[in-house]
């Protein structure tokens, strides 16, 4: 037991290893935006399983779902259409209170746009953590080795200057291919699945609003003509 803890103290530097990790978190959150550290961190608490597990939920079974309902009920049937997924709840609530379905093709489309770069920034930042933590260790590995040759051939310098350089690229790998990689491919598969159903039911839910509902024409508005003055 003795022979483990002393390996363990020797290859973990709690504050070497904190630097490097959080300036990794720090280059993904940048190249992301300033929302994305949060949506990241959050998406890891439904990463453990797949969508719709335990309900079985699926495009097709809700495609299906919408049209026996309106086959049976007609629109007002929607209101009692619930799904796991809360955006795809949202567009049978839009559908059923539209008037218009051109108005409602775009509200569609827009929210789509919306909910899929959310649901794909999490992916890409745990992508972007795992190609930028081996460049952090090495830059860490670089400072470690001009702090070596900077103390010369010191034997009682050079150990802290070595440990300093290998731990640096040791811990980039590690946070690159055991931290982050696995989460972002996790979260892509999850959110290639949401992304396609979701698609799948707002194509589905356009095709019903053109057949359903009426498309009004634009309306125009013409330039206010100032009256002239008489006398």
């Not at 002393?6 to 959150?29: E, I, K, Q, Y």
């Not at 999850?190 to 359903?212: M, P, T």
Request: charged share 20%; net charge positive; hydrophobic share 50%.
């Amino acid at each position: 037991m003795d022979i483990v803890l002393d390996n363990l103290t020797r290859f973990f530097d709690p504050l070497l290893f904190a630097l490097v990790l959080g300036g990794v978190l720090l280059m993904a959150w940048i190249q992301n935006g300033r929302s994305s550290l949060g949506l990241a961190f959050a998406a890891l608490l439904n990463s453990g399983r797949d969508p719709f597990s335990e309900s079985g939920e699926n495009a097709t079974f809700m495609c299906r779902r919408i049209d026996f309902v309106l086959r049976e009920r007609g629109l007002v049937g929607l209101e009692s259409l619930r799904s796991e997924d809360k955006f795809v709840t949202s567009v049978i609530a839009k559908l059923l209170h539209s008037k218009d379905a051109k108005l409602f093709e775009e509200w569609a489309r827009l929210q789509q746009n919306i909910v899929q770069k959310r649901q794909d920034v999490t992916a890409s930042y745990w992508s972007a953590a795992s190609e930028i933590a081996p460049a952090i260790g090495l830059i860490g590995t670089i400072i470690g080795l001009i702090q070596l040759f900077a103390t010369g051939i010191d034997p009682m310098k050079m150990g802290p200057a070595m440990s300093f350089t290998l731990l640096t690229s040791l811990y980039g790998l590690f946070v690159s291919h055991i931290i982050a990689f696995p989460i972002h491919v996790r979260l892509q598969a999850r959110a290639q699945i949401l992304n396609s159903y979701r698609d799948a039911v707002v194509q589905h839910s356009i095709a019903i609003a053109k057949r359903e509902l009426v498309i009004l024409g634009p309306v125009h508005f013409s330039p206010h003509k100032p009256s002239r003055a008489v006398g």
